[in-house]
């Protein structure tokens, strides 16, 4: 079997660092491919993803390789990056995104698409109805075209802040962790855990810790990708898909 994740940080696993000290991101993707090759033994995997990429830099990176390697299955999360600019369109990211999954089935691939996470609260509120309008275009694009949907709009597991990265803006390695599971699970494949186990009580955390941790967020995350935006600059200029090319994954790795 044959599988190749296309799209942009979220694929590519940023939040979850491989414990190596590399660089390189593991994130849900690489965790599900792990999940699928303990199931059937070997699958052949590559990884497209680059951070920071808006849905046609995807389409014109990732969409040609992913076709000439005919794997049969793509996981395909686009758009988000888009929508969290000025002129974010709904309706024309679906068009572009119901386009290429249309050439995806037409070459023979299951595709698997994703919904994201309800962000009605938090710093994000303010756009909620931009994403929620692209992700209902999202289930009538896998609902056309027979793909299966991951719908993490309905993962109340993923609104808790454990499963965000200190920039609140990437899922932590526990965030990656439950979704990788849930996508065995729409896939049909056996895991020994469940996605949606409650999170351990913890302590509220006071008025001023709070504070304290927006204000580095604001410096250490805000800022930085405030910056990055009027520049025309993206996290993902230099750098490269992680596994560009269909290589073996056993259960042994």
């Known amino acids: 079997m044959s599988l190749v994740a296309m799209g942009d940080s979220f694929t590519e696993g940023v939040g979850d660092p491989y414990p190596d000290g590399s660089g390189v991101f593991r994130g849900w993707s690489d965790r599900w491919a792990e999940h699928l090759a303990d199931h059937v033994g070997e699958i052949r995997y590559a990884n497209l993803a680059v951070r920071g990429k808006l849905i046609r830099q995807i389409v014109t990176d990732q969409l040609q390789p992913t076709l000439d390697m005919t794997p049969d299955v ?53 756009a909620i109805g931009l994403f929620a309008r692209y992700y209902m275009n999202v289930r009538a694009i896998a609902d056309a075209h027979g793909c299966h949907l991951v719908d993490q709009w309905s993962m ?10 200190e920039d609140r803006l990437h899922m932590s390695p526990e965030g990656h962790r439950r979704l990788a599971l849930r996508v065995a699970e729409v896939l049909g494949v056996p895991t020994a855990e469940r996605w949606d186990e409650p999170w351990p009580e913890v302590e509220p955390v006071g008025w001023a810790e709070a504070r304290r941790e927006d204000l580095h967020w604001v410096k250490e995350s805000l800022g930085p990708w405030i910056g990055r935006r009027l520049t025309g600059r993206s996290s993902g200029d230099t750098v490269s898909a992680k596994r560009p090319e269909l290589t073996p994954l056993t259960k042994d790795r």
């Open 156 to 165: 109340d597991v993923l609104t808790d802040s454990r499963a965000w990265d």
């Open 74 to 126: 793509v996981t395909l999360c686009a758009g988000g990056n888009d929508l969290l600019r000025p002129a974010g369109d709904p309706e024309r990211l679906a068009r572009i995104l119901e386009h290429t999954v249309s050439r995806l089935r037409a070459g023979g691939s299951e595709v698997v698409l994703f919904t994201g996470v309800n962000v009605a609260t938090g710093y994000m509120r303010g």
